[in-house]
């Protein structure tokens, strides 16, 4: 199984600050044949589902915001949110889906400091 | 408007067997590979299990191979998952969801608001 392991637990930051969150795999997730990366990032509010923020590692789902961004290749991977807004506040999970079983990282809380 | 309502969640004893439901609506159900997500309370996500458009190929996590069951009805476009030998390590928020595209290897774009198993004597 791949496993995903994220970075930090936990953050705070100030509203208008930018906000890192790092993820690695224990394996590469990038196919060669097709040169994509099978790495998505999701946003959890508290007592909702997961929304899809960010896959291929870099692109943007339809109606994210362009402040939140996805960028890494092969085993390392991170989301950035450039300014930080209150409606930000959220556990922000990444996952591989290169294959089964898909795995996501531990979560990473993210709250205003 | 996609849809999916997972219900069927409940308070089961260990040894116990429950079978979730996740109906769609919306979208072309039957073009659809579908997935189940679990999690725990206060814990994070973890892949359950999925099956591809007619159910010839289903795939599980170790920890639930061979206690649950994934299949679909696409005459009345539902998802389902039968759970036996509960356990109480079992016991999570049950989601379904969808992937991007359809098939394959993709994420997940939409997800259902989940349904609360907890298995508990």
């Known amino acids: 199984d791949i496993v995903m392991t994220q970075s930090p637990d936990s953050l705070a930051v100030s509203l208008g600050e930018g906000a890192t969150i790092n993820c690695k795999s224990s394996?590469?997730?990038?196919?060669?044949?097709?040169?994509?990366?099978?790495l998505a990032w999701y946003q959890q509010k508290p007592g909702q589902p997961p929304k899809l923020l960010i896959y291929?590692?870099?692109t943007r789902e339809s109606g994210v915001p362009d402040r939140i961004s996805g960028s890494g290749s092969g085993t390392d991977f991170t989301l950035t949110i450039s300014s930080l807004q209150a409606e930000d506040v959220a556990v922000y999970y990444c996952q591989q889906y290169y294959s089964t079983p898909f795995t996501f990282g531990q979560g990473t809380k993210l709250e205003i400091k | 408007e996609v849809q999916l309502v997972e219900s069927g969640g409940d308070l089961v004893q260990p040894g116990g067997s429950l079978r979730l439901s996740c109906a769609a609506s919306?979208?072309?159900?039957?073009?659809?590979?579908m997935h189940w997500v679990r999690q725990a309370p206060g814990k994070g996500l973890v892949w359950v299990s999925f099956i591809n458009t007619d159910g010839s190929n289903t795939d599980y996590a170790d920890s639930v191979k061979g206690r649950f069951t994934i299949s679909r009805d696409n005459a009345k476009n539902t998802l389902y998952l039968q759970m036996n030998s509960l356990r109480a390590d079992d016991t999570a928020v049950y989601y379904c969801?969808?992937?991007?595209?359809?098939?394959?290897?993709?994420?997940?774009?939409?997800w259902g608001q989940g349904t609360l198993v907890t298995v508990s004597s």
């Open positions: 969801a969808r992937l991007i595209g359809g098939s394959g290897w993709t994420p997940f774009d939409y």
């Open positions: 394996q590469s997730v990038l196919y060669s044949s097709n040169s994509k990366n099978y």
């Open positions: 919306g979208f072309t159900f039957s073009s659809y590979w």
């Open positions: 291929w590692a870099s």
